[in-house]
């Protein structure tokens, strides 16, 4: 009787036994999940956090006598999160933006369309008036926010088939590389082109911490997570602008080149 009783209580301890290392095995799990790993914890919080690409400032060019010819402008772009959109004043935006309605739901369909979560361009170089405007009243407007970027710009009305132009990707090259998104610039033609992997730089990226009226209340963790954009390489070409200048004023409208037989001279 004895034997039975030392056996039962022995199973019985082995049982609780097994039950307190399960206990502790789920409770370093969670304490893992919540406390150590810090992926877990950026998932978690996904719906408070905001994550910005930092556009870089695109490489210069300037001709032989580092005379600019190619420069950077500031320029906004309205980005939207369809996912985080709701109970929106679309005639006020409309009046802000100045499109009409079908217009406003024929971009929202679009940006749906790319992506429920994941930010997208919803109306493309927004003017400086219109961007302070915004930003007065960004809190009515969960899902949208602002986000800089620079655009191209020529010095001279000359050399553009050597300088070349920037334009919107398109789905052949964001497929050829996948450091462009959808409404990022790339070079399309000549020297824009060619040296597009030196005049590109490399994005960088914030996290901001938005609270439920779309307001920016900081950055995460003070920025641990962000990375900083480096901007592009600056360009010194052979070109001499004013040259340049003086032979398309000589050509006029007619079509043909100008061919320097003895440039030593």
Do not use: W
């Not at 398109?170 to 409404?183: L, S």
């Amino acid at each position: 009787m004895n034997k039975l009783k030392d056996i039962y209580s022995g199973r019985k301890i082995f049982f609780y036994a097994v039950i307190i290392i399960a206990a502790i095995v789920l409770i370093s799990k969670l304490f893992a999940l919540q406390v150590v790993n810090k992926s877990y914890r950026m998932s978690a919080e996904n719906n408070v956090l905001r994550y910005v690409t930092q556009y870089p400032a695109r490489g210069l060019i300037y001709d032989r006598d580092e005379e600019l010819l190619v420069y950077n402008q500031a320029a906004y772009d309205l980005m939207v999160i369809p996912g985080q959109t709701k109970d929106i004043d679309t005639t006020e935006l409309c009046s802000i933006l100045d499109i009409e309605r079908d217009d406003f739901i024929n971009r929202m369909t679009t940006a749906r369309g790319f992506s429920k979560y994941a930010p997208s361009v919803f109306l493309k170089m927004v003017s400086s008036e219109t961007y302070g405007r915004l930003q007065e009243v960004m809190y009515k407007y969960p899902g949208f926010y602002v986000q800089s970027r620079t655009l191209r710009k020529y010095s001279y009305p000359s050399a553009a088939h050597a300088l070349g132009y920037v334009g919107e990707v398109n789905n052949q090259e964001i497929e050829a590389d996948n450091y462009y998104k959808p409404g990022d610039y790339i070079g399309k033609n000549g020297i824009e082109k060619s040296y597009e992997q030196y005049l590109r730089g490399h994005k960088g990226l914030k996290i901001f911490l938005v609270d439920v009226h779309n307001r920016v209340k900081g950055l995460y963790q003070e920025g641990k997570y962000d990375t900083v954009p480096v901007p592009g390489k600056d360009l010194i070409t052979t070109l001499d602008i004013d040259l340049q200048r003086y032979g398309e004023k000589l050509m006029g409208d007619r079509n043909g080149s100008i061919v320097a037989l003895e440039p030593s001279t």
